[in-house]
T-cell receptor, first 114, second 113 residues
Framework: EPEVTQTPSHQVTQMGQEVILRCVPISNHLYFYWYRQILGQKVEFLVSFYNNEISEKSEIFDDQFSVERPDGSNFTLKIRSTKLEDSAMYFC????????????FGPGTRLTVT | GDSVTQMEGPVTLSEEAFLTINCTYTATGYPSLFWYVQYPGEGLQLLLKATKADDKGSNKGFEATYRKETTSFHLEKGSVQVSDSAVYFCALRDLAAGNKLTFGGGTRVLVKP
């Protein structure tokens, strides 16, 4: 069964460093998402992406964040200058279409900023 | 804005016990409602969904009914197994507010043999 994959599973970085989290969505999906979960808090929406453009973003998704689909398979989330409060589990998701289509989630990348 | 509130865990049960996880929501439009499950080391998996009032979603013995009058979507299972140990997330999607999912805080369930 096709699945969303994410790498790495755990990333440790120092404050101020740039990180890139990688996701491979399901191959025939067209809509891509990033969510995050700070330890002990809710899963929060960050951004959605379609047709090489951001279609929605939350207040969390400020200028420090960017997303890209550099090739036909990867979908990346970049944090330019990490802060301690960026430590969280980051989930990638994809769906075939908008509306009622199910969003399929990856296993997550745990980002630890020291 | 939209929000989801679910009971805090952990919930500890014996095998074959009845499970209920409460979930209530606030939304400006007419949302679709979901339960996702996260098994250890894995991503969020859709467990069941309901797209309109009075719909009942069901899967793997779990059920939830979309109650518009009480703005609730409580998850139930009549007889849990050890393999049901996981974190359960209630979520909504209000298409009037975009395509994003809004999640509750998650409820950890531990089923003991």
């Amino acid at each position: 069964e096709p699945e969303v994959t994410q790498t790495p599973s755990h990333q440790v970085t120092q404050m101020g460093q740039e990180v890139i989290l990688r996701c491979v969505p399901i191959s025939n999906h067209l809509y891509f998402y990033w969510y995050r979960q700070i330890l002990g808090q809710k899963v929060e929406f960050l951004v959605s992406f379609y047709n090489n453009e951001i279609s929605e973003k939350s207040e969390i998704f400020d200028d420090q964040f960017s997303v890209e689909r550099p090739d036909g398979s990867n979908f990346t989330l970049k944090i330019r200058s990490t802060k301690l409060e960026d430590s969280a589990m980051y989930f990638c998701a994809s769906s075939q279409r908008q509306g009622q289509a199910e969003q399929y989630f990856g296993p997550g990348t745990r980002l630890t900023v020291t | 804005g939209d929000s989801v509130t679910q009971m805090e865990g952990p919930v500890t049960l014996s095998e074959e016990a009845f499970l209920t996880i409460n979930c209530t929501y606030t939304a400006t439009g007419y949302p679709s409602l979901f339960w996702y499950v996260q098994y250890p080391g894995e991503g969020l998996q859709l467990l069941l969904k309901a797209t309109k009032a009075d719909d009942k979603g069901s899967n793997k013995g779990f059920e939830a009914t979309y109650r518009k009058e009480t703005t609730s979507f409580h998850l139930e299972k009549g007889s849990v197994q050890v393999s049901d140990s996981a974190v359960y997330f209630c979520a909504l999607r209000d298409l009037a507010a975009g395509n994003k999912l809004t999640f509750g805080g998650g409820t950890r369930v531990l089923v003991k043999p």
